[in-house]
């Protein structure tokens, strides 16, 4: 039987209504425990629900901060492509702010040569009859043999022994002829790496087997005006912290300069998220305020805000009123870009000092002490939810150990009742025949 209304007590004696009306009255007195208890759990669940929202607002103004500190640990610094189907960058440091016109002629391709002759059949026919072959790859000279136990001298046993080889190129055997009848394979030979190379296949007798078409081609461009060759398209020290990749043939500039425009959207986020955390914790605080009332949380998240807004620097930049983040008298945090833009402009380095990266200055210190608050794992706010899911399994058993004794009792009552019911129906019914035996002595007289 569950905590709720005990069911309808069915008696045959007129005190059945007597004794339902006891067991409401039994039930009631005995459940009150279960109630309190039950208000307890839901008070504590709403506790939880409201620490899992204040966690997540933290975390997302903690990881505001983190964006702010990695675009300040990279200089602020964008690194740009006016056309990214010619070249493009990426930034692999802190580099510092430079431009570069690029003239590309050629990107650097791979080596491919296929046979010159074909076979019919792949699995059994081959290139040489000896099984003796010389291939080339740049200044790496390898020789085959195929007649060696364990290899085939076929197209597909070549093949296979190349790819098997790490010989610095991959074999692919591809047909040629569009008669199905007549099949006419090929052997296609291509180098692993970009760059103008050697690429040969010979049989024993010397004699070149691959075309020689496609030797592969260098990335040849010019920077500023200055030439440069290089054997792949990817130049990972092209400039400090700077890593170009030549795409295509074509002009291009390239560049690195500071992102002013990045650095003030990810401060304005950081507004935003110190707004929603304020929001949070004010709908906890006096009249009307929400479960977490008066929980220590609610007042180190409070403490954490006022740490935040209140650091001050040792340099040009001071504090964060002067990169534009303001408190008004209610409160919340504002970012006036404009004025951001100006000292960005005119102190760009004073700027990226104050804010530090991830771990120090503004945004670290920040970040530092919002992972304290809210970190899934580790975090205060994570600790407190834990402990009140411990407290609602040990009161989810006190729930049904007081269920049980409620059903216990109504059940003996039931029990009980029952009993009398029937007793006091027996008695009632001798009563009626006691009545109707003296009902006509009582007529007469």
């Known amino acids: ?73 990279q200089g602020a610094i964008a690194a740009s492509s006016s056309d990214s189907s010619v070249a493009t960058v990426v930034l692999t440091g802190t580099p510092g702010a430079i431009s570069f016109d690029l003239d590309v002629t050629s990107a650097a391709a791979s080596a491919q040569e296929t046979s010159t002759s074909s076979v019919a059949d792949s699995a059994v026919d081959t290139l040489a009859a000896d099984g003796i072959f010389t291939l080339t790859v740049g200044s790496q ?8 136990p364990g290899l085939d001298n076929t197209l597909e046993g070549l093949r296979d022994h190349i790819n098997s080889s790490g010989l610095g190129v991959q074999a692919t055997i591809i047909n040629t002829s569009s008669d ?25 007798g010397a004699q070149e087997l ?65 707004n929603a955390v304020v929001s949070r914790v004010v709908s906890h605080i006096g009249d009307g305020a929400g479960v977490l009332s008066g929980d220590s949380l609610i007042r180190e998240t409070q403490s954490a805000l006022r740490e935040l807004t209140g650091r001050l620097g040792d ?12 408190l008004d008298d209610q409160g919340a945090l504002g970012f006036d870009a404009a004025k951001f833009s100006t000292i960005a402009g005119s102190d760009f380095v004073g700027v990226l000092h104050f804010l530090g990266d ?17 970190d899934p794992v580790t975090g205060h706010i994570q600790t407190a939810i834990q402990f009140l899911r411990e407290s ?28 009398a019911d029937v007793l006091l129906a027996a008695l009632e019914s001798q009563q009626d025949l006691l009545t109707q035996l003296f009902q006509p002595i009582n007529n007469n007289n």
């Open 1 to 73: 039987m569950s905590a709720g209304i005990p069911v309808s007590f069915v008696g045959v004696s007129k005190f059945s209504e007597n004794f339902q009306v006891l067991l409401e009255r039994s039930f009631t007195v005995a459940n009150l425990p279960v109630k309190n208890l039950q208000t307890e759990q839901t008070i504590q669940l709403a506790k939880q629900q409201e620490f899992g929202n204040l966690a997540a607002d933290v975390r997302a103004l903690r990881d505001a901060f983190a964006t702010l500190g990695v675009r300040a640990a």
């Open 141 to 148: 000279v390898t020789a085959i043999d195929l007649t060696q």
């Open 180 to 204: 199905l009848k007549n099949p006419e394979y090929h052997l296609t030979l291509t180098a692993n790496d970009t760059g103008a190379t050697t690429l040969s296949l010979t049989d024993s």
């Open 210 to 274: 691959l075309t020689q078409v496609n030797q592969g081609t260098d990335a040849v461009f010019t920077v500023n005006g200055v030439a440069v060759t290089n054997s792949g398209n990817t130049i990972v020290d092209f400039a400090p912290g700077l890593s170009l990749t030549i795409v295509d043939a074509g002009t291009v500039t390239v560049a690195a300069k500071a992102d002013i425009t990045s650095l003030s959207s990810a401060l304005s986020a950081v507004a935003t998220q110190y």
């Open 315 to 326: 340099g040009s930049v001071f504090s964060m009123a002067d990169l534009g983040l303001e």
């Open 358 to 374: 991830t771990t120090s200055g503004f945004a670290g210190a920040a970040h530092t002490r919002l992972s304290n608050l809210s």
């Open 392 to 419: 609602d399994k040990n009161l989810q058993a006190q729930i049904e150990k007081a269920q049980e004794r409620v059903d216990l009792l109504i059940k003996n009552l039931e029990d009980r009742f029952a009993a």
